[in-house]
């Protein structure tokens, strides 16, 4: 009996979703409403009425915005549940484990300190002209991200924590859906809509400072993401 209740919800779910499926266009189409109707729309408008000249970045943080930050939500949710299995795994398996690290080649440790401080400039630079130029949040975060784990790699556990306390790294975890979350509230105090962005000559301005906020926050979340999940699984190496 609860085998054929299965089957049947299974049914009544799939049906739909299938009849869905067969009504849209084939792929790659060029008259499917994407080619015919969004992208010259995207391409004529976007700069105008998103606040960004750069069309990927108006798609990603101004159309389709709570995909974006929906995306993130989901990232920062993502990293808890790996935090929580690797704390959980660490205090049950490795606390009592004496680790064997290998010494740092005097190479690897001069290189990686001579170009951290480029590495910290180009990745300033992707997420402040994501706006504008390919790059963004995403983009700069992971190279921020990189410079953390190859700083990690080369000093001491003391070192790391120094370089990245704990405490603030906790909040600068969550620093994409919030800055998200601040936009948008933003947004709909300006023009009424959640993630809103004020279009027009006079409103360009507020429009690329919300962008270039958003994209700040995701580049800092994104890059500590990556760092504490490395952090984390090297722990007592």
């Known amino acids: 009996m609860k085998r054929a209740l299965v089957i049947a919800l299974l049914l009544a779910v799939a049906v739909p979703l299938l009849i869905a499926v067969a009504d849209l266009p084939p792929h790659g189409s060029p008259d499917a409403p994407a080619h015919t109707h969004v992208a010259p729309r995207y391409l004529e408008r976007g700069a105008e009425e998103a606040g960004a000249e750069n ?27 790996v935090l929580a299995v690797l704390v959980g795994a ?14 740092v080649s005097m190479i690897v440790r001069f290189i990686v300190r001579v170009l951290a401080p480029f590495i910290v400039l180009f990745s300033i630079y992707v997420v402040l002209n994501g706006h504008v130029t390919p790059g963004g949040g995403f983009q700069g975060g992971t190279i921020a991200g990189a410079l953390v784990i190859a700083l990690t790699l080369i000093m001491s556990d003391e070192q790391a924590a120094r370089l990245l306390p704990r405490r603030p790294e906790r909040v600068l975890q969550a620093a994409a859906p919030l800055a998200f979350i601040m936009t948008g509230v933003t947004g709909l105090l300006l023009t009424g809509d959640f993630l809103g962005y004020p ?24 890059a500590m993401v990556i760092a504490t999940i490395f952090r984390t699984m090297g722990a007592g190496r």
């Open 90 to 103: 660490r205090a049950v398996t490795a606390l009592d484990t004496p680790a064997s690290a290998l010494p």
């Open 199 to 222: 279009v027009g000559h006079e409103s360009a301005l507020v429009a690329t400072l919300m962008l270039t906020f958003v994209e700040i926050g995701i580049g800092v979340g994104g």
């Open 55 to 81: 069309i990927v970045t108006a798609v990603i943080l101004n159309y389709r915005g709570l995909d974006t930050l929906g995306e993130v939500t989901v990232i920062f949710t993502a990293m808890a549940a």
